[in-house]
C-alpha cells in the first residue's frame, strides 16, 4: 500500500518558554513537518496522532546538552505516510501534456511525470484520470517526484468517456462520437439551395438557354 502508519520515537527540541505545554509545543514542531519527504521514515509525513512524551514518574523528562538554549524531550507518535514503492500502480489525473512527458497528479497532491521518449503513444487528455507505475522515486529538499509508466490504455476522461487520442506533439484530438467512437468533423460545402429541391446553377442554365431561343426567334425574318 501507498499508505502507512508507522510507530515511530522521536526527539523534540523545545525552548524553556515552552515548558508550560510541551504537548501542544511538541504538536506545533511536528506540525511544521508535515507534506515533506523524511528520509528516514521513507516517505511524505501526512500526518501525526497519538503523541506522547515519555516521562520519568510524574515529571516529564528533558536534556540539556552543554549550553544549548533547548530542551531536548523524547516522545513517541503515529506517522501516516504517503510512501510509495517502485512497481506501485497509483491513480492520477493528466495536468500537462508535453511533447517529451505528461504530467500527472496523483491524488491530487503528488507529482508524477510519464516519459514518451521511447515509450509508446498515451492515449489520455488534459484532465483524463489514469492508473500508472512507479519505476523512479526522487526527492530533495523534502519534495517527491515521481517518475512512472502507464498501466493500461484504459482511463477515463474528465467528460466520463472512455478512449482517446495518442498524445503525440503536433497532433489533435478526434472528438467522440456518443456510441463511443472517434470522428472527425468537416465542414459541408455550401450550395444554392432552392425551395424546389433543384439548385441555383441550373435554374441559371435554363434561362440563358431560354433567352438565346428567344433571340433567335427575333433575328428570322418574316
Do not use: W
Amino acid at each position: 500500500m501507498a499508505f502507512q502508519e508507522l510507530r515511530v520515537a522521536l526527539r523534540v527540541s523545545l525552548l524553556p518558554a515552552s515548558l508550560g505545554g510541551p504537548l501542544a509545543a511538541i504538536e506545533g514542531n511536528l506540525h511544521a513537518q508535515l507534506m515533506r519527504y523524511d528520509r528516514a521514515l521513507g516517505g511524505v509525513v501526512l500526518s501525526y496522532s497519538d503523541i506522547k512524551i515519555l516521562d520519568e514518574g510524574t515529571f516529564v523528562s528533558g536534556q540539556i546538552n552543554i549550553d544549548e538554549p533547548h530542551i531536548h524531550v523524547r516522545a513517541t507518535a503515529t506517522a501516516h505516510l504517503f510512501a510509495p514503492r517502485k512497481g506501485m500502480t497509483l491513480p492520477g489525473r493528466v495536468t500537462e501534456v508535453a511533447a517529451t512527458h505528461v504530467s500527472v497528479l496523483c491524488y491530487g497532491v503528488f507529482n508524477a511525470t510519464i516519459p514518451l521518449k521511447g515509450a509508446p503513444d498515451v492515449t489520455a487528455g488534459i484532465g483524463d484520470s489514469i492508473m500508472i507505475r512507479v519505476l523512479q522515486m526522487q526527492h530533495g529538499d523534502g519534495l517527491l517526484h515521481l517518475e512512472g509508466s502507464l498501466v493500461d490504455e484504459t482511463h477515463q476522461r474528465s467528460g466520463d468517456q472512455a478512449g482517446g487520442q495518442p498524445l503525440t506533439a503536433g497532433k489533435k484530438r478526434k472528438s467522440t462520437s456518443a456510441g463511443g467512437g472517434d470522428r472527425e468533423t468537416k465542414t459541408p460545402k455550401k450550395k444554392d439551395a432552392m425551395p424546389g429541391g433543384g439548385s441555383a446553377k441550373s435554374d441559371r442554365k435554363k434561362e440563358k438557354k431560354e433567352k438565346k431561343k428567344e433571340k433567335k426567334k427575333d433575328k428570322k425574318p418574316v
